[in-house]
């Protein structure tokens, strides 16, 4: 495996000097594409004759951090350079300088600058703005891509690898790239759809959920509503729930102090998973907000969003279909006398307060909806400072 490494680190090199000395064309293309097989990354397409050639975009759902080199070798395109300082790095990766760090909208005018000169190749967009596995579902596309031109043509995109897998959060490029080295093979499928223009007085917004919808149904997946901040800040929880010493799954012998910080309900459940405790937790927390909603609606949809206030957002809202249960046939387990006194304490003192108390059926209003609810989060505020 290391002299397999060391061998397609030479090539990869010479990859990089024959793409810098051979200027832009079919030959360099070819060349390149062949000295990547070599290394190991075989790069497949259908449907290359709806490939237009008189779209300026093309709009590709994001996998690893070497996508618009792959789709590179297929066809000459360009991809900006959103994130990292620019220079030699930016530009041996395969990235276009614009020369713009401020706004999206400075970005939105450089690439339409670029786009009218008929002349440039085609720019590649990856509205997702996050690499994903591409296995689940979309990320949200950003409005900004679709702003540039009024037609663009959707690029699914698929990798396969064995043994590693294909995208890892928060990984850098570099380790990317070494692990591309080192696996015996990486499969990159590129399939082209019909180009898709712009609808009569359609906003980008509403432009880039049409084109997530049609790339999702293509590849299969589920088109989400979370972005890539979403996914940072998930990251983020992740990094810091690890350096707990109450996270769930700890060893039992974890010092009391911790273990009492860990929700009853998840007493008895140390031969689960950690995903499943983590899940368990959740649902635990969404349950005590809305305990008319069944426990198994509430694991089902935090298995999707991974977020619990995302969670709560679908049911209030209805995005999420089921049958209220009454708080009797719940799942959760009956409340100890000293907590349903408190609870009682908490509940009346919710509704000292406040003008109306808090339903239990949906309210048909928004505005009544979010009261409730922040009635709600009020009274658990409440009890866990007592």
Same mark, same amino acid.
């Given at each position: ?10 090539i990869?090199v010479?990859v ?11 030959l360099?293309?070819v /060349?390149?594409?062949?000295m990547?097989?070599?290394l ?6 259908s449907?290359?004759? @709806? ?6 975009? $093309? ?6 951090h070497?996508?618009?080199?792959? /789709? ?8 900006p350079?959103?994130?990292?300082a620019?220079g030699?790095?930016c530009?041996?990766?395969g ?7 401020g ?16 002349g440039?190749p085609?720019?590649? @967009? ?6 994903t596995?591409?296995r689940a ?18 690029v699914?995109?698929?990798?396969q690898?064995? @043994?590693i897998t ?5 990984s850098?490029? /570099? ?12 499969v $990159?499928q ?11 007085e359609e ?8 084109v997530?919808?049609? @790339? ?20 983020k ?11 769930p ?8 102090? *911790? ?8 007493s008895?459940i ?27 609606? /509430?694991?089902t949809?935090?298995a ?9 957002a679908?049911?209030?809202?209805g ?5 209220p ?8 387990? *009956?409340?100890?006398t000293?907590?349903?006194?408190s609870a009682?304490?908490i ?7 406040s003008?109306k108390?808090?339903t239990?059926?949906?309210a ?5 909806r979010?009261?409730?609810?922040q009635?709600?989060k ?9």
């Amino acid at each position: 495996g290391l002299c397999l490494f060391v061998l397609r680190l030479f090539i990869g090199v010479h990859v990089f000097l024959v793409s810098c000395i051979l200027p832009d064309g079919l030959l360099r293309r070819v /060349i390149v594409r062949v000295m990547c097989s070599v290394l190991g990354l075989f790069v497949q397409q259908s449907g290359p004759r @709806l490939r237009d050639v008189s779209v300026q975009v $093309y709009i590709a759902n994001h996998v690893t951090h070497f996508d618009h080199n792959v /789709i590179n070798l297929l066809t000459s395109c360009n991809t900006p350079a959103l994130n990292g300082a620019p220079g030699f790095i930016c530009w041996s990766r395969g990235f276009m300088e614009l020369g713009v760090t401020g706004s999206r909208a400075e970005l939105v005018d450089s690439l339409k600058a670029y786009s009218s000169h008929r002349g440039n190749p085609p720019l590649l @967009l990856f509205p997702e703005e996050a690499a994903t596995n591409g296995r689940a579902g979309l990320l949200r596309f950003s409005s900004w891509p679709f702003s540039v031109v009024d037609v663009v043509q959707p690029v699914a995109l698929r990798v396969q690898r064995p @043994l590693i897998t294909v995208s890892v959060a928060d990984s850098s490029w /570099i380790t990317e790239l070494f692990w591309t080295f080192f696996v015996p093979f990486t499969v $990159y499928q590129v399939r082209w759809m019909p180009s898709v223009p712009r609808r009569a007085e359609e906003l980008s917004e509403d432009f880039a959920l049409r084109v997530q919808e049609l @790339l999702a149904m293509e590849l299969g997946v589920v088109s989400t509503r979370l972005t890539a901040a979403d996914k940072a800040e998930h990251m983020k929880r992740l990094r810091h729930t690890s350096h707990l010493p109450f996270a769930p799954g700890r060893h039992p012998d974890q010092p009391l102090a *911790a273990r009492l910080r860990m929700p009853s309900s998840l007493s008895g459940i140390g031969s689960f998973a950690p995903e499943d405790v983590r899940i368990t937790a959740m649902a635990q927390q969404v349950k005590e907000v809305l305990p008319h909603v069944p426990l198994e609606v /509430i694991r089902t949809d935090l298995a999707q969003t991974n977020c619990v206030d995302t969670t709560i957002a679908n049911l209030l809202e209805g995005r999420v279909p089921f049958s209220p249960e009454s708080e009797a046939g719940t799942d959760l387990p *009956a409340p100890s006398t000293s907590w349903a006194a408190s609870a009682s304490g908490i509940q009346g003192s919710v509704d000292l307060t406040s003008s109306k108390p808090a339903t239990k059926q949906f309210a048909k209003s928004p505005v009544e909806r979010h009261l409730s609810l922040q009635e709600r989060k009020r009274a658990l505020y409440d009890y866990a400072r007592r």
